[in-house]
């Protein structure tokens, strides 16, 4: 698909409503039309433009009075690793990642049931539900692929990843919130960094940063990253 192309498409906003990141601001959204086929290549395009997949729409931030959602990305090839970064790699080289075809067991729901509980509680997805669950994780593009972390064959995470011509993205990722001693989160981004560099790709996607949202903060340990402002990728200094 080229860029003619791409300027052909649908594109519909949402009306505005509460955002779930910062208190007090209404939030819209810019969605692709969910009629076009969402190929690996449209997919592709659409995320180095600052859009992102949830569920099987593609979207980006819409709001008419800020801009605080950025796009970011890691550049993988030059990623270095803190003194923190490698003991939580070596605290959990006894994890098993399988690639699984779905998340149908019951073990998959009832890890992200726990995540969300515990973590997410004053979030837009709590509480959790089974159709939440299937509309939000469990539904693939052609591009997803879903990831297993195994401890002693006990599911203890799990990893949404789109793999597209450029990179990875990071669709979503939950986790057993009772093994913290693990830092399961932060090593689980550290493992999709290492998995994009055996693609050879030279990104992973992390979603949107938010400079003033407590929990999107850690996103910007993950270095070189760049951000999309302004309609350009630009190196957080």
């Given amino acids: 698909m080229n860029s003619e192309d791409l300027a052909t498409l649908r594109f519909f906003q949402t009306s505005p409503h509460p955002c779930s990141y910062l208190p007090g ?12 086929p ?7 395009r659409l995320i180095t433009a600052g859009f992102r997949r949830s569920g099987t729409h593609l979207y980006r931030p819409g709001c008419a009075q800020c801009q605080a959602c950025i796009s970011c990305r890691v550049r993988v090839r030059d990623f270095q690793y803190t ?3 490698k003991r939580v790699w070596q605290r959990n080289q006894d994890l098993v990642v399988r690639e699984v075809q779905d998340l149908s067991e019951p073990e998959c729901f009832d890890l992200y049931a726990s995540y969300i509980n515990t973590r997410h509680r004053d979030g837009d997805m709590y509480p959790p539900t089974p159709e ?3 509309s939000f994780i469990r539904v693939k593009a052609a591009s997803t692929r879903f990831y297993g972390f195994y401890s002693d064959n006990a599911l ?3 990893c949404v990843l789109d793999e597209l011509d ?4 990071a669709m979503y990722t939950f986790f057993d919130p009772e093994l913290a001693e693990r830092s399961l989160g932060v090593f689980a981004i550290l493992w999709q960094i290492e998995k994009t560099r055996r693609l050879n790709l030279p990104y992973l996607y992390l979603g949107y940063w938010i400079k003033s949202c407590d929990k999107m903060r850690y996103k910007t340990e993950y270095r070189p990253l760049e951000l999309f402002i302004a309609g350009k990728w630009t190196l957080l200094s």
């Fill in 25 to 36: 601001q209404e939030a819209a959204t810019v969605f692709m039309d969910p009629e076009q």
């Fill in 156 to 158: 203890v995470a799990v």
């Fill in 132 to 134: 939440q669950f299937q």
């Fill in 38 to 44: 969402l190929t690996v290549h449209l997919y592709s």
């Fill in 166 to 169: 450029h990179c990875l993205s």
């Fill in 83 to 85: 003194r923190r970064f």
